[in-house]
């Protein structure tokens, strides 16, 4: 598949560039994708949620009322998690919901979020650029040049770049990433997906590695 290469400034640049068919065009799969995004979604989990237990509540042991005769249920001390201010029967406990996925599993589900992108026009390739300084009305002079100021954009940049990273990451729907963080919530989640031009060469390498 062939994408005209554009300026920042949203100029044609009059060249074109052929989206890799490993990574563009392959049969996408679905399940792979669905793997991916949970994965990357339990793995943004803290899991630091905590609720006492009947053993950690601050409280009498005494028992509060005889075994039998009162005619209500047997009860024991203050901390019975059927009182108010009890301990809580079987309540979340930290705990880690990251899990394990294959690599060739990621790379699928990645190449599979790149073909759609692909297959839906929502790929857009820039040339090679920078700021000289980091504004964040550069970066939205930059959407509204390629008219994406109302979409949720994902720009991939080859390696980091401090000028461009700080000048795009206060603007509301619009992420900078680098080639190496490229990941399929990312991708799927954004309506338009900007590559810089030479980025290509280095995402096709990473995800076409045996």
Same mark, same amino acid.
């Given at each position: 598949?062939?994408?005209?290469?554009?300026?920042?400034?949203?100029?044609?640049?009059?060249?074109?560039? %052929?989206?890799?068919?490993?990574?563009?065009?392959?049969? +996408? %799969?679905?399940?792979?994708?669905?793997?991916?995004?949970?994965?990357?979604?339990?793995?943004?989990?803290?899991?630091?949620?905590?609720?006492?237990?009947? %053993?950690?509540? *601050?409280? #009498? !042991? =005494?028992?509060? =009322? $005889?075994?039998?005769?009162?005619?209500?249920?047997?009860?024991?001390?203050?901390? &019975?998690?059927?009182?108010? /201010?009890?301990?809580?029967?079987? /309540? +979340?406990?930290?705990?880690?919901? #990251?899990?394990?996925?294959?690599?060739?599993?990621?790379?699928?589900?990645?190449?599979?979020?790149?073909?759609?992108?692909?297959?839906?026009?929502?790929?857009?390739?820039?040339?090679?650029?920078?700021?000289?300084?980091?504004?964040? =009305?550069?970066?939205?002079?930059?959407?509204?040049?390629?008219?994406?100021?109302?979409? =949720?954009?994902?720009?991939?940049? +080859?390696?980091?770049?401090?000028?461009?990273?700080? *000048?795009?990451?206060?603007?509301?729907?619009? $992420?900078?990433?680098?080639? !190496?963080?490229?990941?399929?919530?990312?991708?799927? &989640?954004?309506?338009?997906?900007?590559?810089?031009? *030479?980025?290509?060469?280095?995402?096709?390498?990473?995800?076409?590695?045996?």
């Amino acid at each position: 598949m062939d994408i005209a290469v554009v300026k920042h400034s949203g100029e044609k640049t009059g060249r074109k560039v %052929n989206l890799s068919t490993e990574v563009f065009g392959i049969e +996408p %799969n679905d399940h792979a994708i669905w793997l991916d995004v949970k994965s990357y979604l339990a793995n943004q989990r803290q899991g630091t949620h905590k609720s006492k237990q009947r %053993n950690e509540i *601050s409280g #009498s !042991s =005494k028992k509060i =009322k $005889k075994q039998k005769g009162t005619g209500g249920a047997r009860a024991g001390n203050i901390k &019975n998690p059927q009182f108010k /201010g009890g301990g809580r029967v079987f /309540g +979340p406990q930290p705990r880690d919901y #990251s899990f394990k996925l294959n690599k060739k599993v990621k790379d699928l589900a990645r190449k599979s979020a790149l073909t759609y992108k692909a297959k839906d026009n929502s790929i857009a390739i820039l040339e090679d650029f920078n700021f000289d300084a980091p504004k964040t =009305k550069l970066y939205i002079s930059l959407l509204q040049s390629l008219s994406f100021q109302d979409k =949720k954009t994902l720009l991939v940049l +080859p390696e980091a770049n401090q000028n461009i990273v700080k *000048s795009g990451r206060n603007i509301q729907n619009a $992420k900078i990433i680098t080639v !190496s963080q490229i990941n399929t919530y990312d991708v799927m &989640n954004a309506d338009q997906l900007i590559l810089v031009e *030479s980025s290509l060469s280095k995402i096709d390498t990473i995800l076409n590695k045996q």
